[in-house]
C-alpha cells in the first residue's frame, strides 16, 4: 500500500446510482461527476455511474468532459460553467452538450460550432432564483430568441432546459416551490417560443431534489453528491446510500514522548503523561483541513484517536498513550463507519461544513485505489 490512500468501492457508487434510479421513476438520470468525480477520481467514476443506471454525465468545466471524451466515454456530456476563451470548439467536435444563460455565449457557442461543421447541443439555462449561473427572468426570453434564431440557421440545436435550486436540502423553504413556479414559466415562455420539444430535456433536481421532490424531477433528474453514498440532507438520514470514499494511511513513525512534550507547530497540544505518539503521512494539501486539530477523530491501533497538535502541510500526529502501534499500521480516517471510524459526515459536522468539502478536497497526492 502507498503511505495513504483514498479507496474507492465502485459497486457502491453503482448502486448509489441505481437506488437514485429508483426514486426518480420516469426521468432520465444524469450524475454530476464533476471536481473529479466529487474527489473519487473522474473517469473510474463516470463509468461506475454508467454501470448503475445513469444515461448521462453532467461536469462543471469543458476539461472535464473532453477529459471523459479522451477515456472513451461516449454517453451524453452536460458541461455548464463555460467563460470566454474555453475550447468551444473542441467540445463541439466531441459531442459535449453545452449550457448557455446569456445571448452572447449562445453566439460563441453558433459560431464556434460554425467552424466545426457541426450542430451544438444547448441547454438553456434560467436563473430561477439562485443568482447564480443563468438567465434571470429579464432576460430569458431574449436568450430563448437568440437561440432559436441561431438554431434556423443551423448552427445550433436546444435540447435542454434547466436550472438549479438553491434550497432542495431544506424541505419546506419557500424558495423551493418559487424556484419550481418559475422554471415552469421559463419553460413556458421557450415552449411558446417553440423551444419545448419533446426532444428537449428539462431538468432542476440536484441530490435532496432527487430524493425528496418528486414535482422537481422534470424529464430528468441531476444529482452528484448521493451517487457518492453521502446523505444531501443529513438530518433526514442516509436515505440508503453507501458511502463509496474511505481514506486510508500508513503510520510513518512511532515514538515514546515524556510528559510536557510539546506536539507539531505552535505546540497546541502537550502530552500529560509518557505516551506513544504515530505520525500520519496526511496533511492539509492532502485534504486533512489545518483546523482539525482537535475536532476530527481517526481509528488507529483498533480504537478512535484524537488528531493532536497543529495538522501541517503533510502530516500529523495522533496520540494512542500505551496501546501498541506500529510503523507501517494502518489508519482510518473516514470510511462507511463500519469499522467504528468517523464517516465523511462526522468530519463534516466537527468541521463546521459539508461532505462535498470533505470529499473533494481530497488532493491530489492520495492516490485513488479502486474495488
Ligand atoms: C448545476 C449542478 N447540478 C447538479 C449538481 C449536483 O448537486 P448535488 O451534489 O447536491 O447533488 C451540482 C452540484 O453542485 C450543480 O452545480
Given at each position: 500500500m502507498t503511505p495513504a490512500e483514498a479507496r474507492v468501492d465502485l459497486s457502491a457508487i453503482r448502486d448509489n446510482v441505481a437506488l437514485l434510479g429508483e426514486r426518480a421513476p420516469g426521468a432520465e438520470l444524469m450524475v454530476a461527476v464533476k471536481a473529479d468525480g466529487y474527489g473519487h477520481g473522474l473517469v473510474a467514476s463516470a463509468g461506475a455511474c454508467l454501470e448503475g443506471g445513469a444515461t448521462r454525465l453532467g461536469t462543471a468545466y469543458l476539461r472535464e468532459a473532453l477529459r471523459l471524451r479522451a477515456e472513451g466515454i461516449t454517453a451524453p456530456i452536460l458541461s455548464w460553467i463555460i467563460p470566454p476563451g474555453e475550447p468551444l470548439e473542441e467540445a463541439i467536435h466531441q459531442d459535449v452538450e453545452l449550457s448557455a444563460g446569456a445571448p452572447g455565449l449562445v453566439d460563441a457557442i453558433a459560431v464556434a460550432a460554425g467552424r466545426t461543421g457541426r450542430i451544438a447541443r444547448l441547454h438553456l439555462k434560467a436563473d430561477t432564483?439562485?443568482?447564480?449561473?443563468?438567465?434571470?427572468?429579464?432576460?430569458?426570453?431574449?436568450?430563448?430568441?437568440?437561440?432559436?434564431?441561431?438554431?434556423?440557421?443551423?448552427?445550433?440545436?436546444?435540447?435542454?432546459?434547466?436550472?438549479?435550486?438553491?434550497?432542495?436540502?431544506?424541505?419546506?423553504?419557500?424558495?423551493?416551490?418559487?424556484?419550481?413556479?418559475?422554471?415552469?414559466?421559463?419553460?413556458?415562455i421557450?415552449?411558446?417560443?417553440?423551444?419545448?420539444?419533446?426532444?428537449?430535456?428539462?431538468?432542476?433536481?440536484?441530490?435532496?431534489?432527487?430524493?425528496?421532490?418528486?414535482?422537481?424531477?422534470?424529464?430528468?433528474?441531476?444529482?452528484?453528491?448521493?451517487?457518492?453514498?453521502?446523505?444531501?440532507?443529513?438530518?433526514?438520514?442516509?436515505?440508503?446510500?453507501?458511502?463509496?470514499?474511505?481514506?486510508?494511511?500508513?503510520?510513518?513513525?512511532?515514538?515514546?514522548?515524556?510528559?510536557?512534550?510539546?506536539?507539531?507547530?505552535?505546540?497546541?497540544?502537550?502530552?500529560?503523561?509518557?505516551?506513544?505518539?504515530?505520525?500520519?503521512?496526511?496533511?492539509?494539501?492532502d485534504g486533512v483541513p489545518r483546523h482539525s486539530t482537535g475536532r476530527v477523530e481517526v481509528v488507529a491501533a483498533g480504537r478512535r484517536r484524537p488528531v493532536v497538535g497543529r495538522v501541517c502541510m503533510d502530516q500529523f500526529?495522533?496520540?494512542?498513550?500505551?496501546?501498541?502501534?506500529?510503523?507501517?499500521?494502518?489508519?482510518?480516517?473516514?470510511?462507511?463507519?463500519?469499522?467504528?471510524?468517523?464517516?465523511?459526515?462526522?468530519?463534516?459536522?466537527?468541521?463546521?461544513?459539508?461532505?462535498?468539502?470533505?470529499?473533494?478536497?481530497?488532493?491530489?497526492?492520495?492516490?485513488?485505489?479502486?474495488?
Open positions: 432564483g439562485m443568482s447564480r449561473g443563468g438567465a434571470v427572468a429579464a432576460d430569458w426570453p431574449a436568450l430563448v430568441e437568440r437561440a432559436m434564431a441561431r438554431q434556423s440557421e443551423g448552427t445550433v440545436e436546444i435540447v435542454g432546459l434547466w436550472s438549479h435550486l438553491a434550497c432542495s436540502d431544506m424541505p419546506g423553504h419557500p424558495s423551493i416551490e418559487a424556484q419550481l413556479t418559475a422554471f415552469d414559466e421559463a419553460l413556458a421557450a415552449e411558446k417560443a417553440g423551444a419545448g420539444g419533446s426532444h428537449v430535456v428539462r431538468h432542476i433536481a440536484n441530490s435532496a431534489a432527487t430524493l425528496l421532490l418528486p414535482q422537481a424531477r422534470y424529464d430528468m433528474v441531476r444529482p452528484g453528491l448521493a451517487a457518492f453514498g453521502l446523505s444531501p440532507v443529513p438530518r433526514l438520514g442516509g436515505f440508503g446510500l453507501r458511502p463509496a470514499m474511505s481514506l486510508v494511511a500508513r503510520i510513518a513513525l512511532t515514538k515514546r514522548v515524556p510528559a510536557g512534550s510539546g506536539v507539531s507547530y505552535g505546540h497546541l497540544y502537550i502530552t500529560d503523561r509518557e505516551t506513544t505518539l504515530g505520525l500520519v503521512p496526511l496533511g492539509y494539501a500526529v495522533i496520540d494512542v498513550g500505551d496501546d501498541a502501534l506500529e510503523e507501517g499500521d494502518e489508519v482510518i480516517l473516514f470510511g462507511d463507519g463500519s469499522r467504528g471510524e468517523p464517516t465523511a459526515q462526522e468530519w463534516a459536522d466537527s468541521l463546521g461544513t459539508i461532505t462535498h468539502e470533505i470529499v473533494t478536497g481530497i488532493g491530489s497526492r492520495v492516490p485513488r485505489v479502486y474495488r
